[in-house]
């Protein structure tokens, strides 16, 4: 009772905080949030979702799915974005709750669950954009969900995580990664074990893929024929990534310098071979002076190190001193690094951990993840789904620097 008690008070205060939050900042949606949010009222009026096969969800088809979800909220609660932000906060308080129970099942250990979750909700870097209609925190909370199904092991759990996983992928496009993670995780520790092949679990892996399929391209079949986006979930464009995501002189991210340098005004096949161009370019140059390492090491800090940026995103700085915002900025980015650092000590201790298994099934798409970003655009915000992942890395770290403090003393105390 104790226990339940005291996670409860922990999602009430984030709650509390996370209200505070989205009353404080600017309801004004920039970047890609507002690319989603302008545009709702005139899709709903009969606009176009796109006009030429150039633009951005002619391209990326596959955000169509996220865009739908705005549709129906709009439908439903009206043109607020309000709806949208309190989703957004439930979503979050759901994470938190499934970090907690993910890690006690793995772990059986309550203090670790609830450090997990701890760490997990002061990370302002994670919490900040609830006030953007962002798909992460959604896509986030429903490939956890996936993994909590997949460790109870049963068919209906492996039926329920493939139908999770499918509403993930539709919602946030990373399901790849996710799927490639459960597939070694199920290959080297359920279906191959002890030198055995256990057959009843690659059923299970069977109906989990299965039925992410059915949904995944029923998804992109009823998009198309409701007439929102004619190609479906797609991606038409990965060249592009690939081409920003080698680009040295901008580490990976976003160039608008290298943007210019095509044509847009040409067809989708001419750009498509500017792209490739410009990405044959990337690596002659990679190739020819070394810097593949130094690109990667640049990467690496955009995306688990560095600032996540994440607060820029919340326009607050339009309400706020320059002081003041920069004082937001710090304590959002040490939010991070507290979590990233004690996941390092982390790693180390779970390195030695044979019997927790589990761990791997959240690792895994982690890791897949992480070398996917090594070739195609980076940003800090990109992380926010698999923060939650290393607040549950951290707390084995945090767990294992407690366990020592008794000894440390111990031994000053004998040398004193």
Not at 52 to 61: E, G, I, L, R
Not at 343 to 355: A, D, Q, R, T
Not at 393 to 411: A, D, L, Y
């Amino acid at each position: 009772m104790a226990n339940r008690l005291t996670i409860l008070a922990m999602m009430l205060v984030f709650v509390i905080v996370s209200l505070l939050w989205i009353n404080f900042v600017p309801k004004t949606q920039i970047s890609d949030f507002g690319n989603f949010w302008s545009r709702v009222t005139g899709i709903l009026k009969g606009d176009l979702l796109y006009y030429t096969n150039q633009d951005y969800f002619a391209k990326w088809a596959y955000q169509t799915g996220f865009m739908a979800y705005i549709l129906l909220l709009v439908k439903i609660f009206g043109f607020h974005i309000l709806p949208v932000q309190l989703l957004n906060i439930l979503y979050q308080v759901f994470t938190i709750l499934l970090i907690y129970k993910i890690t006690l099942k793995i772990f059986k250990n309550v203090k670790m669950a609830r450090i997990s979750a701890f760490l997990l909700m002061i990370d302002l870097d994670w919490f900040a954009i609830s006030s953007q209609a962002d798909n992460q925190y959604l896509g986030s909370f429903l490939f956890l969900l996936t993994f909590y199904l997949v460790l109870q092991n049963k068919y209906w759990s492996y039926l329920l995580a493939g139908i999770c996983l499918a509403l993930g992928a539709i919602i946030r496009p990373i399901g790849p990664v996710i799927i490639a993670g459960i597939i070694v995780y199920a290959i080297v520790y359920a279906i191959v074990n002890n030198n055995s092949i256990h057959i009843e679990q690659l059923w299970k892996l069977l109906v989990l893929l299965g039925m992410y399929f059915l949904i995944f391209n029923g998804a992109g079949l009823l998009i198309k024929s409701s007439g929102l986006n004619q190609y479906g979930l797609s991606n038409r464009d990965p060249g592009w990534k690939f081409a920003v995501g080698l680009n040295y002189r901008s580490g990976g991210t976003y160039d608008q310098k290298l943007f210019e340098q095509i044509n847009t005004n040409k067809n989708q096949q001419q750009m498509k071979q500017e792209e490739k161009k410009i990405l044959t370019d990337e690596i002659s140059y990679l190739n020819k002076n070394h810097k593949w390492l130094s690109l990667f090491q640049k990467k690496i800090s955009t995306s688990w190190s560095s600032s996540s940026h994440a607060i820029d995103f919340t326009s607050v700085n339009t309400k706020v001193s320059p002081r003041t915002y920069q004082k937001l900025t710090l304590l959002g980015y040490l939010g991070s690094i507290i979590i990233i650092l004690f996941s390092w000590i982390g790693s180390f201790v779970l390195y030695k951990m044979k019997e927790y298994q589990g761990i791997f099934l959240l690792i895994l798409p982690f890791l897949a993840f992480a070398v996917v970003q090594l070739f195609i655009e980076v940003q800090g915000r990109y992380r926010i789904e698999f923060i939650p992942i290393l607040a549950i890395i951290s707390s084995i770290g945090m767990m294992e620097i407690v366990k020592r403090i008794p000894t440390i003393f111990h031994q000053r105390k004998q040398i004193e």
